[in-house]
C-alpha cells in the first residue's frame, strides 16, 4: 500500500491564490486551513467553523484538491511549488506543510 503523505502544490491563475493536490485520504473531508510565514496548516473542520472551510474535490484519477487563499501579507513567492511531504508533527487531525 503506498503512503501518500505529501501534497503538490501549484500556481493559479489568480492572485495569492495556490492549488493543492494530493491522494491523501486527510483531504476527502470537510477541512479548515491556516498559512503563515513558515508552514500551511490544515484541520479537520467543526461544525462551528466558519473560517477558511473547504471541501476538496475528488478527481477520477483518485486525486483530491483544493484551492487556498494566500494573506496578501506574506510573499506567495516563498511558497514552494511541488511535492511537499507532510511534517513529522502532523496528526490523524492536523496536517502540517513546512515550506521554510
Avoid at 46 to 70: A, E, L, M, Q, R
Amino acid at each position: 500500500m503506498k503512503n501518500y503523505n505529501y501534497v503538490t502544490i501549484s500556481k493559479t491563475d489568480r492572485a495569492n491564490v495556490l492549488q493543492i493536490t494530493t491522494k491523501s485520504d486527510f483531504f476527502k473531508q470537510r477541512i479548515t486551513y491556516k498559512v503563515d510565514e513558515y508552514d500551511i496548516r490544515f484541520k479537520i473542520a467543526t461544525i462551528d467553523d466558519t473560517y477558511h472551510v473547504i471541501k476538496p474535490s475528488k478527481k477520477d484519477s483518485g486525486f483530491t484538491s483544493c484551492k487556498i487563499s494566500v494573506s496578501i501579507n506574506l510573499d506567495i513567492d516563498e511558497i514552494p511549488i511541488g511535492k511537499i511531504y507532510f511534517d513529522e508533527d502532523s496528526t490523524a487531525d492536523e496536517v502540517i506543510i513546512n515550506y521554510k
